[in-house]
Each structure stands twice: as C-alpha cells, then as structure tokens.
C-alpha cells in the first residue's frame, strides 16, 4: 500500500512564486525524502530529512517534516519553468533499505 | 562518479511474448539494486529489490521475476507478457549513508504491451 499521499495531486503557479506540496505518510520512519522527475524520464533525488530534523534547505528548497502529524512540505521558492516536473515523497522505515513512494504532485510553472 | 544504464529506452513487445530488462551500475560497489513500475500519471511500485548477487526480494505477486547474476547487473524478465505488464520501468540503487539510503535511478524503459 502506498505509504505517502501527495497534495495537492496537481499544482499550477507563475514562474516567480513559490510552490508548496505536502506528503503526508502512515507509520513511524527513519527519514522522508523528495525527488523528482521530469516527463518520461527517471527521479532524481532532491533532499532527504530525517526523523530527528524538523526542517532542511537546499538552494531554492525548503523542506519540512512534523512527525507528531506524520507529514511533510516542499517548498520551491522563486519558481522557474525548468521546475515543471512532477514531485514525489518517499519514507524510509528504520532499518529497512526499502522506499514507500507517494503518488506525487505535478507541478506547472507557467513563463 | 557513479552511473546507471537501463536499456532498450522503449519497446513495445505482443501478448505471450518473453521480456528482458537489463540494468547496470557503474562506479559503486555491492549496491542495493531496485525494480519499480510507474503507471502512466501514477507512483512508483516496487517490484524487486536485491541487497547482493542471487538476492531477490518479491515486493508483489506478478507475472514478472527478477535476477542478479553479477554485483552491478540486475535484469527483469517475464516468460509471458500481458496487457497489464505494459509501463515505465525504472532501475535503480542506493547507497547507505549515516542518514538513510537514497536512491538513483536510470531513464527507464517504456514498455507497450500490444
């Protein structure tokens, strides 16, 4: 079963703001990670937080997790057309060298 | 640096047909190696994944298998295909760091069963 939902499932915003999605999972991990992945190709990582962390940036990305809600956001500030992709969460439970994907949030910057 | 190959890109194979994917890593090694599925507009499955040579796990009961046959290849096969066999299956492996493992995929390959 699919262990993180994404939201919203689709997103559309001006190139120049800043883009917000949420993963909310079920059970109890060791850390969540985001990737993503342009049309018809394969996912990149992006950031992984972990368990014990509550918030994490990278360049224009800010993550942030809340365990007691057992969720997550993505924030892509100052968006760019080359951001047109979609986003997937992914968790890792402890100890377990698998990843849960979400059903991912497609994201459209418009010029 | 690390690399991963997935081929063919695309194929397009007829119902009952055998199918083999083959995926290889370069640059790392005994990694983790995975087999997922995407539906068109969906998440990611995981098929398989394999921790090691001749190590197999089945995540779902399925049509297809997977094998290990050296550290850095990793091949999924199917004897007979069907209709529900058909999209994008992505390889990939990680590699395990204090925080967890991440993961690094290969472009894929689309498959159309006709």
């Known amino acids: 079963s699919q262990q993180g939902e994404e939201d919203p499932q689709a997103l559309s915003i001006q190139e120049g703001e800043n883009a917000t999605m949420n993963c909310s999972y079920k059970?109890?991990?060791?850390?969540l990670q985001w990737y993503r992945q342009n049309s018809g190709r394969g996912l990149v990582h992006l950031i992984l937080?972990?368990?014990?962390?509550r918030e994490k940036h990278s360049g224009r990305l800010r993550v942030t997790l809340d365990t007691s809600k057992k969720s997550s956001s993505l924030l892509i500030t100052a968006s760019r057309a080359a951001d047109t992709a979609s986003y997937f969460c992914?968790?890792?439970?402890?100890?377990?060298?698998?990843?849960?994907f979400g059903t991912g949030t497609r994201l459209t910057i418009i010029p | 640096s690390q690399t991963i190959h997935q081929w063919p890109a695309t194929l397009v194979q007829p119902v009952g047909s055998p199918l083999s994917l083959e995926c290889t890593v370069e640059?790392?090694?005994?990694?983790?190696l995975y087999w997922y599925r995407q539906a068109a507009g969906r998440g990611l499955q995981l098929l398989f994944y394999?921790?090691?040579?001749?190590?197999i796990s089945s995540e779902v009961p399925q049509n297809l298998s997977a094998s290990r046959p050296q550290d850095r290849q990793f091949i999924l096969s199917s004897k007979k295909l069907l209709l529900s066999d058909s999209g994008f299956y992505l390889c990939?492996?990680?590699?395990?760091?204090?925080?967890?493992?991440?993961?690094?995929f290969g472009p894929g390959t689309r498959l159309t069963v006709t």
């Open positions: 990939a492996w990680s590699v395990s760091l204090t925080s967890g493992y991440e993961q690094y």
């Open positions: 059970t109890s991990i060791n850390n």
């Open positions: 937080i972990r368990s014990n962390e």
């Open positions: 992914a968790t890792e439970k402890g100890g377990n060298e698998k990843l849960t």
């Open positions: 640059g790392t090694s005994n990694p983790n």
């Open positions: 394999s921790v090691g040579i001749g190590q």
